[in-house]
């Protein structure tokens, strides 16, 4: 038998993780990426990495409980099956990067030290500074050079994946590439390809996600036949620095470690924040949420801070809507210690000591939970089967998808410092199902292969050909692409509404039409970052329309996608029965609307180039789904006979060992 | 390499409305950049004008040339090619000679550059590495360099077994500076030591046979400031200096620690401020030590 090799797109986290549990394993590995790896957008988390730990566990915590967490963060539409294997799996995956060298911060007695991240009461979370994932990322990316010496692996860094593959029977059976330097196109065999090409920020013009995080590579394997799961979920974290090329993200380890979000109670109050007292700040989310305070889960803070400045009118700034966050009552010595590498980005960017003087911050587009559809093999315990070829493979079988470009861990709404878990765990767990899905098909001969390779090489060149050759467009693709941005950023992010999405899809479509007449400003072929940039943008309106249509077609609140007109209010009444008979409404409600809604969104490319949308139910066989309270006003009461409910039907307290309300 | 631009900013939602205050003056910024059509051929200077706005980086210049593909004298050009990623200074992408200082693009703002020289803002490639086209160099020899001093913590594998060892506080605010080395190439482009090799593909070698020339070159070289440094942390680990030794004998072989002329530039240019001076003194008397042991070992 012929030796195994796999093809990994992506070299972050996750495809890193891959590449070295492959080549562990004995299997050869190419490893595609537009950079070289170790540049990938991983590097730019931030604030840690969660795991059930030794001094939480002793707090009552366990695997379960960060399951638990994980699951109600993201409002319950994850399949719960792969996210409690992720949680199982935590403890191990920090020793392992440990062992790697990562250098985790450390207590006095040297053990990892840890701190508290969002969405969960329990300080989960290890750190290296403020620069976790440049550090994880390093730790892999040292081992796969090791593999890379040895000749496991062999890297082709400044290589663009343009498409699966795939035989006759709709296997994916390698890939067509293309080198960013001399624009060469080649064909890679592979007995089973892994996408780890991240999300999708580009999409939306400026986000805090890095240039290469145009989601194209995902939309070439979504119109080559892959479903795409949750694509209306994108995360906009509460708190990023303003820039004119970037928003630059602001980590919630700020706030983890102490940091306060305000503004002043008197709309743009002219005075130095240092001067304005106390009595006269409003510390909106501490008042709001007192449980969680700083640290309620990030589409509600993104909510309550973009509310704040919109709908009160609190923005610090009057031409530019801001916050502040705080940390200038912190030590210098501490904050240096455990935050310094953000601090420093602050510094470098806004000319100003975040130490001394206040953030001023603001929401931006972060993350997509969405991605590619993946599939799971169930356990008897309820985790996943290890090794089964089904685990992260997309609906286009011998194609995997893993890390931030799956749609699997996070539900409608992630919480801060699970994303490097997920890929981490998702690179490492899929190595034997992607093995074991490859041995199927090594036996390929030379000539069906190279039959194969041919047809999608030819269509490639005939691609990048007819895009050089394009004479007399005169649209702009950089102009496209800042309209294109500009305007998924105005009606698919914190707040939607069906009419200007609905108005945004044809939109789009327009600007995809416009797209056909993009002339290019350089027809060269060598390095022709024009044409590379105008290909991906291509690709980032399949991508748009799915979002979009998705958020169009979901009429409901969940996670991260919110629509005023669906929105569940609290309890108005302050009467005792009035109160009660409202709580019932609400949970009537509550459970029509979950009856309805809590399901998975599935797009399929359609030939008319539309998203076909469709919906999937979830497993929720761990943990019944139970309202999300965080801060909800008489959330006391709805949980009340939320729970006087789960115990007539019977299955109270047996598998939801949390108390269901986590807000006031 | 791929180079989204956003060439104005309108008023949206989220972040977008939070651009920037204060209106865009007339005034206009004269940038000139030196380019390179492709390896092997001659460099050239070519200006550019680009309408002010605050708050703006060399990568937002770089940005708006690309989206007009215009020169100065409104001459149609190819945009000009440079490499970034991140944005923040993480990544180590964007290195080059901004007015003649190696640094990182995405931190040059803008107003701090006209502050020096409100003339112009001049952007040249990195000179220690070949230029691929423009901006952007090849600097694999970078990577090479990790490789040569074996820059890992040799691990038995990635399977399960328990926590790495017990590390200070005072070990991990060792280390940690060290960790943040982004191979970003400022340190090598500042070194007198440090100089080109380009190598050439011939005519009928295979890719193989290439690569491994190129690494025969690149082994002859300065293995490079930012590599000594990566040895000093791993020899530094617990479990890193299990290989301590193999690091010693890179480090004082052919193209290693002897050639630091101790012009101490590299300390100097360090985005990330690494204490490179002291991992080099370091490794200067760990291999001192070492090659003494050697000696009375034989």
């Known amino acids: 038998m012929a030796q195994p090799r796999v093809l990994v797109i992506g070299g972050g986290l996750a495809g890193l993780a891959a590449t070295m549990r492959l080549a562990e394993s004995g299997t050869d590995v190419d490893l595609v990426s537009l950079v070289p790896v170790k540049r990938s957008h991983s590097a730019c988390a931030q604030g840690g990495i969660n795991s059930v730990n030794a001094l939480t566990r002793q707090q009552g915590d366990n695997e379960w409980k960060h399951f638990d967490d994980t699951v109600y963060g993201g409002d319950f539409l994850q399949h719960q099956p792969p996210v409690k294997e992720m949680a199982d799996w935590g403890p191990r995956i920090i020793d392992l990067m440990d062992r790697l060298g990562v250098p985790f911060n450390r207590t006095p007695e040297g053990f990892r030290d840890q701190r508290r991240f969002g969405g969960t009461l329990y300080k989960r979370t290890a750190f290296a500074g403020a620069t976790t994932g440049q550090q994880l990322l390093y730790a892999l990316d040292e081992q796969v050079r090791r593999y890379e010496v040895s000749g496991r692996v062999k890297k082709w860094e400044f290589w663009d994946f343009l498409e699966p593959v795939l035989d006759a029977s709709g296997r994916c059976r390698g890939a067509v590439c293309q080198d960013l330097v001399t624009m060469q196109f080649r064909a890679f065999p592979a007995d089973a390809v892994v996408l780890a090409t991240g999300g999708c920020g580009l999409v939306y013009g400026r986000s805090t996600m890095s240039m290469v995080c145009t989601g194209s590579a995902v939309s070439r394997a979504y119109q080559a036949g892959a479903w795409y799961g949750n694509g209306e979920f994108i995360q906009v974290h509460p708190t990023a620095i303003p820039g004119a090329d970037k928003l630059r993200l602001m980590s919630e380890s700020a706030r983890g470690e102490g940091g306060r979000v305000w503004v002043p109670r008197k709309p743009q109050d002219p005075r130095d924040p240092r001067e304005i007292p106390e009595a006269e700040r409003c510390y909106f989310l501490e008042e709001r949420y007192p449980k969680y305070g700083n640290l309620v889960p990030r589409d509600i803070a993104t909510r309550e801070i973009f509310d704040i400045c919109t709908t009160d009118g609190l923005s610090v700034e009057k031409d530019r809507l801001c916050v502040y966050l705080d940390l200038t009552h912190l030590s210098r010595e501490m904050l240096d210690r455990k935050l310094g590498g953000i601090l420093e980005i602050y510094e470098k960017f806004q000319g100003v000591d975040p130490r001394v003087v206040p953030m001023k911050i603001f929401p931006a587009v972060h993350y997509s939970m969405g991605g590619l559809w993946v599939d799971y093999q169930k356990s008897s315990s309820g985790g996943l089967e290890e090794g089964d070829p089904k685990n992260q493979q997309t609906s286009i079988p011998g194609l995997y998808a893993i890390g931030e470009c799956d749609y699997q861990y996070h539900g409608a709404n992630r919480l801060g410092a699970n994303s490097l878990l997920s890929c981490i765990f998702s690179g490492l767990f899929c190595a034997p199902s992607v093995i074991a899905s490859g041995a199927a098909v090594r036996k390929t001969s030379a000539e069906e292969s190279s039959r194969l390779f041919d047809a999608s090489l030819r269509r490639q060149e005939a691609r990048h050909e007819s895009l050089l050759a394009r004479r007399g467009g005169n649209e702009n693709p950089y102009d496209l692409h800042q309209q294109l941005g500009g305007l998924m950023t105005r009606v698919a992010t914190v707040v939607r509404r069906n009419e200007q999405l609905a108005a945004a899809y044809d939109e789009v479509c327009g600007l995809e039409e416009r797209w056909q007449r993009c002339s290019l400003s350089d027809t060269g072929n060598w390095t022709n970052q024009n044409v590379v940039f105008t290909k991906s943008l291509g690709d980032m309106f399949p991508i748009a329309k799915l979002i979009l249509k998705g958020a169009l077609l979901r009429d409901e609140c969940r996670g991260a996608h919110y629509k005023p007109s669906t929105a569940m209010p609290g309890i108005a009444a302050t009467d005792p029965v009035e109160q009660r008979r409202e709580a019932e409404e609400w949970c009537d409600r509550f459970e029509a609307n979950t009856r309805k809604w809590l399901k998975s969104t599935i797009a399929k490319h359609g030939a008319d180039g539309h998203p076909q949308i469709s919906y999937e139910d979830i497993d929720t066989s761990l943990i019944p789904p139970r309202p999300r309270l965080y801060g909800l006003v008489g959330g006391d009461v709805i949980e009340e006979v939320w729970r006087e409910r789960q115990r007539a039907a019977g299955q109270a307290g047996e598998t939801s060992p949390q108390p269901v309300a986590a807000g006031a | ?298």
């Open chain 2, 1 to 298: 390499m791929i180079q989204a631009v956003e060439t104005n900013h309108d008023a949206g939602d989220v972040a977008t409305a939070a651009g920037h205050g204060a209106g865009a003056t007339s005034r206009t910024i004269h940038v000139r950049v030196l380019r390179q059509d492709a390896p092997g051929q001659e460099s050239y200077w070519e200006r550019h004008a680009i309408p002010y706005e605050p708050n703006m980086n060399v990568i937002s210049i770089l940005q708006r040339i690309a989206a007009t593909a215009r020169a100065e004298d409104g001459r149609s050009v190819a945009p000009v090619a440079w490499d970034c990623n991140c944005l923040e200074e993480v990544c180590g992408s964007c290195t080059m000679l901004v007015n003649g200082r190696t640094r990182m693009a995405c931190t040059a703002l803008v107003d701090r550059l006209l502050e020096d020289n409100s003339e112009e803002i001049e952007l040249r490639p990195m000179s220690k590495f070949p230029v691929v086209r423009d901006l952007v160099v090849d600097r694999r020899r970078v990577f090479r360099g990790l490789e040569r001093v074996e820059a890992w913590v040799p691990v038995d594998g990635s399977y399960d077994h328990g926590p790495g060892p017990r590390i200070s506080p005072e070990d991990q605010e060792d280390a940690y500076p060290l960790s943040t080395c982004m191979s970003c190439g400022c340190c090598l482009e500042a070194c007198p030591q440090y100089t080109k090799i380009e190598v050439v593909q011939r005519e009928g070698e295979s890719a193989e046979a290439f690569d491994a020339r190129r690494k025969a070159a690149f082994d002859r070289g300065f293995v490079g400031a930012h590599a000594i440094s990566q040895a000093m942390l791993f020899n530094a680990h617990p479990t890193g200096r299990m290989i301590a030794d193999e690091r010693l004998a890179a480090l004082t072989g052919e193209g290693g620690i002897q050639m630091c002329g101790n012009a101490q530039n590299c300390v100097a240019v360090c985005p990330k401020h690494i204490p490179l001076t002291r991992s080099i003194a370091r490794a200067g008397r760990a291999a001192t030590v070492w090659a003494i042991k050697k000696l009375f070992d034989r």
